[in-house]
């Protein structure tokens, strides 16, 4: 049997060291390059990135595209998709560095046929500090796709562009990345969806498809980010599919059920104030509860102050 044909999309932005050591990582994939393209899309840097990746001495499978201006994540892999030519399209974010037997993994994965979408595993930059919010991000044995296994189909919510690969045929169905959805989350959770409404049972988690993720996550960052979300993006999906409502959580913001009640009661002001300061002295893996209270206030707060 051939080979499958792959093409890496990465999106960058000002990427810093993060996306240099990124394009360093590439160098150790082991997968043929013959059979492999990487295509480099800088949105419109206003550092050095663009120039930075200009002075590489780069080798024929390897892309580079750029925007004059910014154009935000979707449009980014959108451009990528433009010159993909691979049976399978795998995408990771700038600032992470990919392991050499990633592409392999995902490509096996995708060996099954009732597959058609995969989430791979991102893991911590070991030489960051491993704070609270770090371990709930990545350590949390109730959170992201790990929870399920490799061999359940998984939800949409959990296909994140971090670092997923999808077939190229599943573009029939799905179309490209909304460019409409700006800010934080909503064009990577509106185009998983589109794969799982066709293939519900299509998605799955692949633990040897990894990535290190060199984020230092701060805690208001988030909560700010979520927030956005709440205001902006999070209300349009689910007014326009109102089947992604369990999904997303929304049901702690709408409706008549016990967990709107719920949210109700701990999703409030007095306790999101009092929850920030307890953050900074309860121990983990307590503090895990906390921060999934607080990311839900901040996500109300957001959706209350959405545009009517």
């Known amino acids: 049997m051939n080979e499958l044909t792959v093409s890496l999309i990465i999106p960058v932005y000002n990427g810093g060291l993060a996306f240099r050591n990124c394009v360093k990582s590439l160098f150790d994939i082991r997968y043929s390059e013959e059979i492999l393209q990487i295509i480099l899309v800088d949105d419109g840097s206003t550092d050095d990135t663009f120039e930075w990746l200009q002075a590489q001495s780069l080798p024929s499978h390897m892309i580079i595209v ?63 500090p491993r704070t609270r919010l770090q371990r709930y991000l990545f350590e ?13 189909p998984i939800g949409f919510q959990y296909l994140l562009t971090g670092n997923m690969s999808l077939k190229r045929d599943v573009l029939d169905v799905a179309g490209l990345f909304d460019e409409t959805m700006s800010g934080y989350g909503g064009e990577d959770t ?14 799955r988690y692949c633990p040897l498809a990894v990535v290190t993720d060199q984020q230092i996550y701060i805690l208001d960052d988030l909560l700010a980010k ?63 509860w906390l921060i999934r209270i607080l990311l839900m206030c901040a996500l109300r707060k957001g959706f209350r102050h959405r545009s009517q």
């Open 66 to 128: 750029h925007h004059q201006a910014n154009r935000g994540r979707a449009a980014t892999r959108n451009s990528g998709i433009s010159q993909a030519n691979g049976d399978i399209l795998i995408f990771i974010d700038g600032d992470m560095r990919i392991h050499p037997d990633c592409v392999q993994a995902h490509v096996e994965a995708h060996n099954l046929e009732s597959v058609f979408a995969v989430a791979g595993k991102m893991i911590p930059d070991p030489n960051l």
């Open 140 to 152: 949390y044995s109730k959170r992201g796709a790990k929870q399920f296994g490799e061999q359940s």
């Open 190 to 203: 509106l185009f998983a969806f589109r794969i799982w409404k066709t293939y519900p049972q299509g998605i």
């Open 226 to 288: 979520t927030y956005h979300y709440g205001k902006h993006n999070l209300p349009r999906l689910i007014s326009e599919f109102p089947e992604m409502i369990t999904a997303l959580r929304a049901d702690y913001l709408i409706g008549n059920s016990w967990k709107k009640w719920l949210g109700d009661i701990f999703c409030n002001p007095v306790f999101y104030v009092i929850g920030r300061f307890k953050y900074h002295i309860m121990p983990y893996p307590l503090s895990n």
